[in-house]
Nanobody, 120 residues
Framework: QVRLVESGGGLVQPGGSLRLSCAAS????????MGWYRQAPGKQRELVAR??????NYKDSVKGRFTISRDNAKNTVYLQMNSLKPEDTAVYYC???????????????WGQGTQVTVSS
């Protein structure tokens, strides 16, 4: 059983910062990739940032403002969000591609989501 637990969401004023964290626990042999998605009301879930191996990729609208990082020893991924805008308001979901054991194939796992609201 694999579990992803997110934290760090909240209400922030435009121009402010938040840091999201997501810790993976349970049956983990290796983690191939970790990332953050978001879903605003009435919109589809979209990729915000992803880290795999030594590479990262970002949604164009967050480049230069958001930074994704990973602590392999803690099986944790972070999303530092600076210069937040009202359009960043959404539920943010952690995603990880995990191999639970040497004898199983990888699977995609999701956290429960954390609300980020950017408003004055």
């Amino acid at each position: 059983q694999v579990r992803l637990v997110e934290s760090g969401g909240g209400l922030v004023q435009p121009g402010g910062s938040l840091r999201l964290s997501c810790a993976a626990s349970g049956s983990i042999f290796t983690i191939n990739a970790m990332g953050w998605y978001r879903q605003a009301p009435g919109k589809q879930r979209e990729l915000v940032a992803r880290i795999f191996g030594g590479s990262t990729n970002y949604k164009d609208s967050v480049k230069g403002r958001f930074t994704i990082s990973r602590d392999n020893a803690k099986n944790t991924v972070y999303l530092q969000m600076n210069s937040l805008k009202p359009e960043d308001t959404a539920v943010y979901y952690c995603n990880a591609v995990i191999v639970p054991s040497p004898s199983t194939s990888s699977g995609a796992y999701w956290g429960q989501g954390t609300q980020v609201t950017v408003s004055s």
